[in-house]
T-cell receptor, first 114, second 115 residues
Framework: AQTVTQSQPEMSVQEAETVTLSCTYDTSENNYYLFWYKQPPSRQMILVIRQEAYKQQNATENRFSVNFQKAAKSFSLKISDSQLGDTAMYFCAFMVNTGNQFYFGTGTSLTVIP | SAVISQKPSRDICQRGTSLTIQCQVDSQVTMMFWYRQQPGQSLTLIATANQGSEATYESGFVIDKFPISRPNLTFSTLTVSNMSPEDSSIYLC????????????FGSGTRLTVV
């Protein structure tokens, strides 16, 4: 079975500072994909960043980067230079390469403080 | 990536009634997915809808309660039947966007309140 754990229900960060959101997962698969999705109050699920398990290099997208530790099954999200618009619920998600079902974590509510 | 139009965005319904949620995609996609997000919870997959075949339901979800239609490669509906207050949730559709490199795209969600 695949599980995704986000151990931080809520976090806050000062504007322009850096924050790291944690995510761990459990799987016996070797080929899979990891995602971070952002859900602002508008409810729209927005893809923030994606990581393929076979790639050793950590993915980056502008101010967003991940620390992917395959052996530890850890996939944390770092947000640099936090902006007020980053305030949202963040979901870590996992997908096996051979399937199409997302397994979502329970989410981390991030608040950026002016 | 694909663009999804989901409607209605919200509705308040009486218990015992049914609501049909629609998702329209701007491109042809093989698979469409329906998720439920209960208040304060994460997303849970309800079913996977393929065009031309019956939807595949996850454990805990049945066709009589959540019938799904998939008449073509750009459209799907999810009906929440015989609603009770426990069905109050956000319902979202999702597609693979035709190119995995773009990730999966979600609709904007339907906030359902059953009174």
């Amino acid at each position: 079975a695949q599980t995704v754990t986000q151990s931080q229900p809520e976090m806050s960060v000062q504007e322009a500072e850096t924050v790291t959101l944690s995510c761990t997962y459990d799987t016996s698969e070797n080929n899979y994909y990891l995602f971070w999705y952002k859900q602002p109050p508008s409810r729209q699920m927005i893809l923030v960043i994606r990581q393929e398990a076979y790639k050793q290099q950590n993915a980056t997208e502008n101010r967003f980067s991940v620390n992917f530790q395959k052996a530890a099954k850890s996939f944390s999200l770092k947000i640099s230079d936090s902006q007020l618009g980053d305030t949202a619920m963040y979901f870590c998600a996992f997908m096996v390469n051979t399937g199409n079902q997302f397994y979502f974590g329970t989410g981390t509510s991030l608040t950026v403080i002016p | 990536s694909a663009v999804i139009s989901q409607k209605p965005s919200r509705d308040i319904c009486q218990r015992g009634t049914s609501l049909t949620i629609q998702c329209q995609v701007d491109s042809q996609v093989t698979m469409m997915f329906w998720y439920r997000q209960q208040p304060g919870q994460s997303l849970t997959l309800i079913a996977t809808a393929n065009q031309g075949s019956e939807a595949t339901y996850e454990s805990g979800f049945v066709i009589d309660k959540f019938p799904i239609s998939r008449p073509n490669l750009t459209f799907s509906t999810l009906t929440v039947s015989n609603m009770s207050p426990e069905d109050s949730s956000i319902y979202l559709c999702s597609v693979e966007g035709g190119n995995f490199n773009y990730g999966y795209t979600f609709g904007s969600g339907t906030r359902l309140t059953v009174v």
